[in-house]
């Protein structure tokens, strides 16, 4: 049974059994609908889904926007070219295909499904790969707020936090510290401040006109935890994360999820499309 990822991805979430960190075996047939393991479609090459399961969800509290991070396993599929030994060396056979785990992440409304997927980790070859699991990251609840003077919400800081991001290098330099620890762990690698003030310094300087915008927003002021999907625009002048600019204005996003501790940042987990962006910048 063939599938578009988008669509299992949306199905996966709409279970209101699935029960976050925990597996939901969806790839091996079921002796009584299946007769073969589900498979999918990305970007034109066809997997063999193994297992998914839904490490996080966030529910907006007003509305029904959710955002949630998902771990799916795959094997590249059998190749249906049977003119292939013509063609060049024999493929590997799919049982010697690498088991490949990576990271979806979705924003659902009702009428309207966003979702990114770490397709770099699909470029494998060789060994199996494993996605930083979410789910393991404690969340600090922020202490009882009754006798303490009026806080911004984390709605409020994080705006402002963008905006710093937007000021630029010297804005950072001075205010970034209002909004993060000392050490942030950013995708699992502990970063200094300072090194991760250099992963937003490092992309104006590739692309100096780049906006940040906030196009989705969920926080959760009791787990102290935020959901943002961003939309960034500007124009590259040199090189970024290894792709050459192409002159033109481009445009793609990123699904990110933080946990604060007493206010400011200390872990972020973020997928940034960018296959959107290379594709945007091909000559």
């Given amino acids: ?109 009702p009428q309207d499904v966003t979702t990114m997927m770490d397709t770099d980790a699909l470029h494998t070859d060789s060994h199996p790969t494993t996605a930083l699991r979410a789910s393991t990251i404690q969340s600090r609840p922020n202490p009882a707020r009754a006798h303490i003077p009026r806080q911004q919400t984390l709605t409020e800081k994080y705006h402002a936090y963008i905006a710093t991001i937007n000021a630029g290098p010297a804005a950072m330099a001075c205010r970034l510290t209002e909004f993060c620890h000392p050490i942030v762990t950013h995708n699992g690698q502990a970063l200094s401040l300072q090194r991760y003030q250099r992963l937003m310094e490092d992309t104006q300087a590739a692309i100096p006109d780049i906006t940040f915008q906030v196009a989705d927003l969920i926080v959760n002021e009791e787990k102290q935890q935020v959901a ?56």
Avoid at 34 to 56: E, K
């Fill in 1 to 109: 049974m063939d599938s578009d990822v988008d669509s299992v991805l949306f199905n996966l979430l709409s279970r209101q059994s699935t029960v976050p960190g925990q597996s939901d075996v969806t790839g091996y047939p079921n002796e009584k609908t299946d007769s073969a393991p589900r498979t999918i479609w990305i970007d034109g090459t066809r997997y063999n889904l193994i297992s998914s399961v839904v490490d996080i969800v966030l529910q907006h509290t007003s509305t029904s926007l959710q955002a949630a991070r998902i771990l799916l396993v795959v094997r590249k599929a059998a190749s249906d070219d049977h003119n292939h030994a013509a063609k060049g060396p024999s493929p590997k056979r799919e049982e010697e295909q690498p088991a490949i785990e990576f990271a979806a992440h979705i924003f659902s409304h």
């Fill in 228 to 283: 943002a999907r961003l939309e960034f625009r500007g124009t590259p002048v040199s090189i970024w994360a290894g792709v050459k600019p192409n002159g033109k204005e481009v445009k793609f996003s990123e699904m990110v999820f933080y946990w604060f501790d007493e206010g400011k940042i200390r872990n972020v987990v973020s997928l940034v499309d960018m296959g959107s962006y290379r594709k945007q910048m091909r000559p």
